[in-house]
């Protein structure tokens, strides 16, 4: 039965039924599965997991490489699976329960969780459940649309299921490159020297013998959410390519630039659309996620390779890619998640990484992950991966937000994600700060001055202004410094109108 | 003249005084000098700058590698010579004028600096002014009790002053391991291994030509101010070899634990000292700074090898350490601060980095630098180049300061260098937090039961669970989360007694 699948004759005996395969997850177990920005996740077995658990209760903790689509954080959550989560999610039902403290959640930087696994630093997975396109003949699991934490999650775990995916399509083997850093004290350098540096296997290498169980399913990922450029996401993918032609004028970047990371979202895509009607050549991607824009650039000719952990398309862009898969394949490579936002390759490589901001402030910190301080979103994901260590570290938002009620820029931010030694470039669709070198006084005069809506800019300057005539390095009012977040939470608009 | 210190013939002629070289220092001119945490700075050109500029004002841009001893931030400031500085400095006339605005600082990781230079993201160096034991025949630079930045700005500024300073050892010949990263996009893996590994040259090679005046100097390094260990730093260093005891007794650390950084300064030095009479054997350091302690540690038989970037030592043990220097030298390497606080090193490695915290919050976030959010202490150094990529993230502080006036747990901290998804453990004389794999709910309890001193435990518990009752992810009441701070500024104490 799917020899084209299963090529491993000795494993066709552990195909089995998602409903079995769920009750092979105990109560208390801590559990890796594949799935990575709505990408690859395993399907059938966490959908018969919540089922299961409507008839008899269990709670787990689940890891992931990043979000899960198909709403299958959601029906988790409902079904009450969900005691612990790491490291990312995007779902409101599960959101509501994490900021209800029902569900216990661990926000981590994409690229720390499978080390900290490795270093025992927290619990071991005891079982994996990961979406595959095939097993080969040694066993070896071949992945699907993410790679993700999966590579790790199976060769940490002590059990594997594995879902193979009809719906994915066979021509995925050969995309992934799975590298896992050899253990300390004697790790090596990881050999990345280019985004297009292939340093790892096709395949998961695994003791076959560890595969418990085998689902077939046929479900899809679910596309992609991205909403399409407007005039805001427009302005502010405009604004940095001039900052961009501007560095290629001054010698500090070349006309190919350096190799691109773009964040999820919709801003972000639409700056790296922004690329296709740009000056740029040759243009490279070492990011975590590949998008439309990806192959919107590949088709403009302007991309000439791209490099992620994992690929989340509209359903429109789905459907042009895998028509004709093999016109992108050797221009594409899917590696774990640890090397994709691996802080040593982003470094050596000298990424531009371009990632969304929920808010900044005056001096340049940024907020990715809470409302009003308090309120998780979704998690800081790969930001801070790559904020650290770019070239440049890029933060993009819109000037406001709720039609005004809300300004993206203010005076202290109510929970930081990267601090100020850290962002390089703020944009919104107002302008552009450069805030690289600039000391705190600096940079707020940048901010206000490039970044701000109109309609909040006065306020700023004033708070700036009485902070200033009072000191200090970073000069802040503390009484009123997280004043228009509280007036938000008690007014729903951070100033009177 | 000092054959055996300026070995080029050529330069003979370039020896002067050291007015006529802090004279070649132009109005304008961005300048970087050596000197790490007080060792191996330019000693004689930046004196004679200061002095010149009470005749004939003049201002610069001025890097160092971090602090400068020899009071000579003290006299620049009050010569007016600074308009903008980086990336660190202690000095309290500097950190005045830094908080009236009137000294522009920028606040980096020392990892950083010369990274954005060779980039040309920030204003280039015109002129270098390195203090070095000796010149070769080659005519390259060989450092003295510190490299930090000096190797780069000697190879990126278009002139050279050469302090040579008799009173520095020749014998400190041999130490440095001079490694410069190659240019991206070509650049290579960093290839240090082990804290041993050595990897690049004994000197700093730059063309002789550009060495446009030579100073002779006599003046010492500045003895470290690090004061001994007292009761409570002495309980933070026991809480902290329970938990290493703890982490080898669960296989999770080897009895050589891993290669150990220690920020600098009083506490940081007594938790390595704290060490002396642990079980551990065969430690080794990959860190910045070399104190007192890391002797100590070689003198009782438990430290293998130490790296660092300088060496500042007290009075006395400077003494005892250069009365025979040869029983420690092949035991030290001293490297540019881009690579003993080099990411890419750190994560391979594995490294324990402890660092110093102003303050830290309910949920693991920490200020390293702003009194009250607003005012300079020194910078953040490099606990944020150690943090992010370390093995365990280690935060250590007293837990109360003036006298009880100030807690150094907060609801909220008022300035963010370190997010909670950087920090691993805090450590006061309390107690002992273990933040891994918690979720911002569980790392409150875990530091209110530890590490929280027990006049502010009550207020504490109160806050939070007054904010609980609220909700969130990470639980605030936005009103009343700055308020200790406010209150401090307003009464001089953090609650009313």
């Not at 407007?230 to 961009?244: E, K």
């Not at 009607?277 to 390779?305: C, I, R």
Request: proline share 4%.
């Amino acid at each position: 039965m799917y020899r084209d699948r299963i090529r491993l004759d000795a494993l066709q005996s552990k195909v089995m039924s998602a409903a079995d395969a769920a009750g092979l997850i105990k109560d208390g177990m801590t559990v890796g599965m594949s799935g990575f920005t709505r990408a690859g996740e395993a399907k059938a077995v966490p959908h018969a997991l919540a089922e299961r658990a409507k008839q008899t209760p269990l709670q787990i903790t689940l890891m992931t490489g990043a979000s899960l689509g198909n709403d299958l954080d959601k029906q988790l959550t409902e079904a009450g699976v969900l005691a612990r989560r790491m490291p990312f999610q995007v779902d409101s039902t599960l959101r509501k329960a994490i900021n209800d403290g029902k569900v216990m959640f661990i926000d981590q930087h994409l690229s720390d969780t499978v080390e900290q696994l490795r270093n025992r630093q927290i619990k071991p997975v005891d079982l994996a459940v990961i979406e595959c396109v095939a097993i080969t003949e040694e066993g070896h699991l071949v992945l699907s649309t993410s790679v993700g934490n999966s590579a790790s999650f199976a060769i940490l775990a002590k059990e594997v299921i594995v879902e193979i995916n009809l719906s994915q399509p066979l021509e995925l083997e050969g995309l992934h490159d799975v590298y896992i850093p050899s253990y300390r004290p004697t790790r090596l350098p990881i050999p990345v020297l280019k985004s297009d540096t292939r340093i790892g296997s096709g395949a998961v290498k695994i003791d076959p013998a560890k595969i418990v169980g085998i689902v077939i399913s046929n479900q899809p990922d679910s596309p992609s959410t991205v909403l399409p450029p407007d005039a805001d996401t427009q302005a502010i993918a405009d604004h940095l390519v001039d900052f961009f032609k501007n560095e290629v004028a001054e010698g500090r970047l070349t006309n190919s630039l350096m190799p691109l990371q773009a964040g999820i979202g919709t801003i972000a895509n639409a700056v790296m659309c922004g690329l296709v009607d740009s000056p740029f050549e040759n243009l490279t991607m070492y990011s975590e996620v590949l998008q439309d824009s990806t192959f919107d650039l590949f088709d403009a000719g302007k991309l000439e390779f791209a490099s992620g952990s994992s690929m989340t398309l509209s359903a429109k862009k789905h459907a042009e890619v895998f028509s004709d898969f093999n016109r992108y394949k050797s221009r594409l490579v899917l590696r774990p998640q640890e090397i994709s936002n691996h802080p040593e390759v982003i470094r050596r490589l000298g990424i531009i990484g371009i990632n969304t901001a929920l808010e900044f402030d005056l001096y340049g910190n940024v907020n990715s992950t809470h409302v009003c301080g308090t309120k998780m979103m979704n998690g800081i994901g790969g930001s801070g991966d790559f904020a650290r260590n770019a070239h440049l570290a890029i933060f993009v938002t819109k000037s406001i937000a709720k039609g005004g009620a809300i300004s993206s820029v203010v005076p202290m931010v109510s929970h930081v994600d990267h601090t100020e030694h850290d962002v390089d470039i703020l944009v919104t669709e107002i302008g552009l700060a450069d805030l690289r070198g600039l000391a705190p006084r600096e940079r707020a005069r940048a901010i206000i001055d490039n970044c701000v809506h109109p309609s909040y800019r006065a306020a700023l300057n004033e708070y700036f202004e009485a902070a200033c005539a009072r000191g200090g390095h970073t000069p802040h009012i503390l009484r009123g410094a997280l004043q228009w977040h509280s007036n938000l939470e008690e007014t729903g608009r951070m100033l009177a109108v």
